[in-house]
Every structure is written in structure tokens, then in C-alpha cells.
């Protein structure tokens, strides 16, 4: 009996011990101690304790960099160039950087730790990106898992955003996630509502954010999220608009109709939306609206398998093949393309090839 | 046990480790990370260098904890929660430290590193080291030659496999399987070291 005391009793004692010498070498082996972070050559600087990604770091600190994957490494989002001190180039980052990023210096900053003074260059327009405090003021089933959501800005009660760009909404922890999760959704609404804002969501199977947005998710509650974000906007020229769209791809293109519409714009303009069934299809009828106030705009649904009893006059077939039975020559047009990564290499491809080059070809990878 | 001295009679552990009692090659233990790692070189040199120098140091430490603690407590029988406990702590230090000091190292090793606490081979050289009941300068040569033995043969492998790139190997056998009958035919040519050392 004694024995078996003393037994467990020597063995926990040593483990306990080992574990104390691991604590306390953890402390000084990982100790970075105080490490400077500049940004911009000295547009801002902030001296954290370092240790930590770059990434995290930073979003600290309040500067917003993009990140879609959780520190994962697999969305290259946080994409930063890093001019001194980010170390070696892993092994976790080499996948998603291209041979002129490496010779740049770009690096994934969710990968890299802080250990020294570290100098960064991001794009001007990440400096003025904020967090901002929202309140859901309205939710619209738009078609099936697909909602429209309206924030109310709390703090600060304002936005400026250009139509184009998208917000990262801040999933929190809830039953079916364990880590806040960030999720990029393009701004849908007209640029003149000052104080709110809505997003088209669209639920994925086993989505974190989508999830937590439709099944938790109700009007009176707190959101944070940050942005804007994106360059997809529209361009300064008067050039013909080929949109394409699928799923909640309409979002962007739409925030872009408003702004037309807004500026009294003549440009000429189609809009390709494609979808599985007709029940699929949302925001016709503002769509329809826009052809009576818009100078010269059309709506082009186009169904892939219109459903039996749905009697579908309209467009059939992939959105893609809907465009190449309408335009022959496309070389003076500009493309707006937004949705799944495989429509718009499709519709890349099928613009390319038919005369458009690619710097008139604008786009929004969801993935 | 002997009359050689002691220095002697632990270089003379540490050769026979190395080349006539491969740990790898003679004794099959350690083949997870070793076929597992052994693609290229420079990770094969990376964990090797791992490996042995914590086979090295826990060997050592494993023989304190057992001279001074099991053996005076009669709990010897608690030996193999004990050394397993001292391994882990000790890779985990190691980890701490490399990725500290080589980041590339340790995202290269990535899973591999933690791995090595459950590498077979290091506790199969502590327990040897109890019943084959060595002294402390004896134990510290037949760690460090362990370690090197698993260091020469996963290099010797990462080499091959690197000749083997470019060469048509069936699909069933492509990865783990040619790597095994390529460690098969290695333990074939090691065997030609039996009987090198005298008693050994």
C-alpha cells in the first residue's frame, strides 16, 4: 500500500517537475521581448510584444489585414510585403505565392512570427479599413438558403465604401465552432443608405459563418465587422458592361447598378445571373426595375434546369453559354464577373477567346 | 562486466550501435518517421540530427532517473511510464528551441517533430540500456550511437530515394512499399558487420 503511494507519488513528482522546467524554458527560449512593426515607412508604427504572427499582430493593433481561412494558410488574403525582418520563407507559405511575390518580398502574414523589428508595405486603402459595430436590422429570405441581411451602423454610424467592395463579418464562438472565424461578403445595397448596409448570404453545407448566420443569427442583434475591402469596382470608362453572375454573386454587381443609377450613368450594360432552378433566381423584380431607370441596361436570368411546372421562358443552359450565344466580338467590352471560382475561369476562358483583353476583365473569386 | 576500461568499452557500444546493431537495420525499431521522412536529404539530415541528439540526452537522463530513483524506490517496474514521460518532455524542449532558432527546421519536420517522442527506437534504447544494465559513460555511447545509427540509415535511404525520382516504379509500390524492400535489402548488406566486433 505504501508502496503504491510512493510509486504514484514519485512519478507525478517528476512529471510536475518536468512540466516546471518546460514553463519556465518556454518563457525564456520564446521570449521575443518588445519588437517594432512598421508600417508604410512610418505611416504607423506600433512596438507589441512579439511572439505572435504578423497577422494576428497586427489585427491587434487595429490595422485590418484580410483573412479568410483562420491563420490556416490556405486563402492567401493576408498577403503582405515584408521588407525586413519576416525570416525565412516557409515551407507553409511557397503554395500561394507566385516567383515575382517571393522576389517582392510578399509574404503570408499568418504564417511568419514577430521575432524582430519587422518593416511591412500594404495598400493605402488597408490603413483606413475599421471595425465597425452593427446591429441586424432586417433579414430577407431572397430564395431558398439564400437571405439578404440589413446592419444598422452603431460605431461608427457611418461608412464610406466604394460599391464593389465586400466586409468581413466576425463569426463568433457558438455551439458548432470553437474559434471566431472570419467571412468576406460583398456590400449589395445603394451606396445613398448612409447609416445601414446589407449582404447576400448564401447558406453553404457545414459553413461556419453561413451556419451561425442562418440558423442564430436574428434581427435586434450585435454584429461586428470590418472592411471595406476589394478593388472590384467600377472602372472610370464608358466602355459596354458584360456582368456575369451566380449565386450570391449578384451582390457587388447589384451595389454597382445602384451606383449607375445613382450617377445617372449611360454606360450600356447586361447583366448574365445564373442559376440552378427558377426558383433559384432573386431580386427580378429589382432588377426589372433598373431596366426602366437605368439608361441602357438588360437583365439576362439564365436557368440551368428550369424545374417541371416552372414554365421558364427565359434563358437556358450555363450563364456562360447564354453569353456566347449573344455576343460574337467582345474586344470593347469590360466584364464584371462575381461568384464561384469555376464560372469565372469558364467565363474568363470564354471572354479571352473571344477578343476581350484580360486587364477589361474585373473580378470577385468567392471560394 | 568487463575489464576494459570504461571509456573503451563505451566507443566500442557506440560502433556496434551504430554499424553492427543498427537500430533501424538490425533491430527494426524506429521505421515510422524513418520511411516516412526519408524523401529528401536535407529533412532526412534534419531529423536525424533530431533524433540523435535526443536519443543521446534522454538515454542519459533516462539512466539517472532509473539509478537514482526507481532502483533505491524498488519501483523499477515504472520504468516505461517514467522514461516515456522524460522523452516527451524532452522533444518537447527541442521544439521549443528549433523553432526558435531554425523556423524552417521546424515547419520542414512539421508533425514529424512532436513524432519523435513515440519514435520506438528511443525507448527501445533507454529500456536496452536497463537490461543490458550499462554504466553511465557506457549508456551515453549507446545513446549517442543509436542516434547515429538511425541518422545513417535514413540519410542512406533519402539518398536512394532521391536517385529513384526519376525511375518507373510500380503504383502499388510507389512511397512506403519500395521504401520498405529498399530498407529490407540495406538490412541484408548490414548484416555483412555481424561478427566484426568480438562478442558483440
Not at chain 1, 201 to 221: A, M, N, Q, R, S
Request: charge should be neutral.
Amino acid at each position: 500500500m505504501l508502496m503504491t503511494i510512493l510509486s504514484i507519488l514519485t512519478v507525478s513528482l517528476i512529471a510536475a517537475a518536468l512540466a516546471a522546467v518546460l514553463v519556465v524554458a518556454d518563457r525564456v527560449v520564446s521570449d521575443y521581448g518588445q519588437c517594432e512593426i512598421d508600417v508604410n515607412e512610418g505611416q504607423r508604427t506600433f512596438v507589441i510584444k512579439g511572439g505572435r504572427t504578423l497577422l494576428d499582430s497586427l489585427i491587434e493593433q487595429k490595422l485590418f489585414i484580410p483573412s479568410a481561412c483562420g491563420g490556416r494558410g490556405t486563402c492567401g488574403y493576408c498577403k503582405v510585403r515584408v521588407t525586413e525582418g519576416g525570416g525565412p520563407l516557409l515551407p507553409t507559405e511557397e503554395p500561394l505565392l507566385d516567383k515575382k511575390e517571393i522576389e517582392q518580398s510578399v509574404r503570408l502574414s499568418c504564417q511568419i512570427k514577430v521575432k524582430q523589428n519587422v518593416r511591412i508595405r500594404i495598400p493605402d486603402a488597408l490603413l483606413s479599413v475599421r471595425e465597425y459595430v452593427c446591429e441586424v436590422a432586417e433579414i430577407v429570405e431572397l430564395a431558398r438558403n439564400v437571405r439578404q441581411i440589413q446592419f444598422k451602423l452603431v460605431d461608427p454610424d457611418r461608412m464610406k465604401f466604394i460599391p464593389g467592395q465586400y466586409m468581413q463579418l466576425l463569426t463568433p464562438i457558438y455551439e458548432k465552432s470553437t474559434e471566431e472565424v472570419y467571412r468576406a461578403y460583398s456590400i449589395s445595397s445603394d451606396p445613398e443608405m448612409k447609416d445601414r448596409f446589407e449582404l447576400i448570404i448564401k447558406l453553404v453545407p457545414g459553413g461556419i459563418c453561413t451556419t451561425w448566420v442562418f440558423e442564430y443569427l436574428k434581427v435586434g442583434d450585435t454584429v461586428r465587422l470590418n472592411g471595406p475591402y476589394g478593388e472590384f469596382h467600377l472602372s472610370g470608362t464608358e466602355a459596354p458592361m458584360i456582368c456575369i453572375a451566380g449565386g450570391s454573386g449578384l451582390a457587388p454587381i447589384k451595389c454597382l447598378l445602384h451606383q449607375m443609377k445613382n450617377t445617372a450613368s449611360r454606360r450600356q450594360a447586361k447583366f448574365f445571373f445564373g442559376g440552378n432552378e427558377v426558383r433559384d433566381l432573386y431580386h427580378v423584380e429589382t432588377m426589372r426595375e433598373f431596366e426602366k431607370t437605368l439608361h441602357d441596361f438588360e437583365f439576362v436570368p439564365v436557368v440551368a434546369r428550369p424545374e417541371e411546372g416552372a414554365d421558364w421562358k427565359g434563358e437556358t443552359g450555363l450563364v456562360t453559354e447564354a453569353v456566347m450565344r449573344r455576343y460574337e466580338d467582345v474586344s470593347k467590352h469590360e466584364a464584371y464577373l462575381c461568384g464561384p471560382p469555376g464560372m469565372i475561369d469558364a467565363s474568363i476562358a470564354l471572354l479571352t477567346k473571344r477578343g476581350m483583353s484580360e486587364k477589361n476583365i474585373f473580378f470577385d473569386k468567392f471560394s | 562486466m568487463n575489464t576494459r576500461p570504461e571509456v573503451l568499452h563505451a566507443l566500442i557500444v557506440c560502433f556496434s550501435a551504430i554499424f553492427t546493431g543498427n537500430m533501424v537495420l538490425s533491430l527494426f525499431l524506429g521505421l515510422c518517421s524513418f520511411i516516412a521522412v526519408s524523401r529528401q536529404v536535407k529533412t532526412a539530415v534534419g531529423l536525424g540530427a533530431a533524433v540523435t541528439f535526443v536519443t543521446a540526452c534522454t538515454t542519459v537522463l533516462n539512466w539517472m532517473v532509473y539509478k537514482w530513483v526507481l532502483v533505491p524506490l524498488r519501483i523499477e517496474y515504472l520504468r516505461y511510464i517514467l522514461f516515456i514521460i522524460v522523452i516527451a518532455a524532452f522533444v518537447q524542449f527541442v521544439e521549443m528551441v528549433l523553432e526558435r532558432y531554425s523556423p524552417v527546421l521546424y515547419q520542414n519536420l512539421g508533425i514529424f517533430l512532436p513524432l519523435i517522442t513515440v519514435n520506438c527506437a528511443i525507448l527501445g534504447a533507454a529500456l536496452f540500456m536497463v537490461i543490458r544494465d550499462y554504466t553511465l559513460v557506457t549508456t551515453l555511447g549507446w545513446g549517442l550511437g543509436s542516434g547515429l545509427g538511425w541518422f545513417l540509415a535514413i540519410v542512406a535511404m533519402a539518398g536512394i530515394r532521391m536517385r529513384l525520382a526519376n525511375e518507373r516504379i510500380p503504383r502499388g509500390l510507389q512511397g512506403p512499399g519500395i521504401t520498405i524492400i529498399i530498407a529490407g535489402i540495406m538490412a541484408l548488406a548490414f548484416i555483412g558487420f555481424s561478427g566484426v566486433l568480438a562478442g558483440s
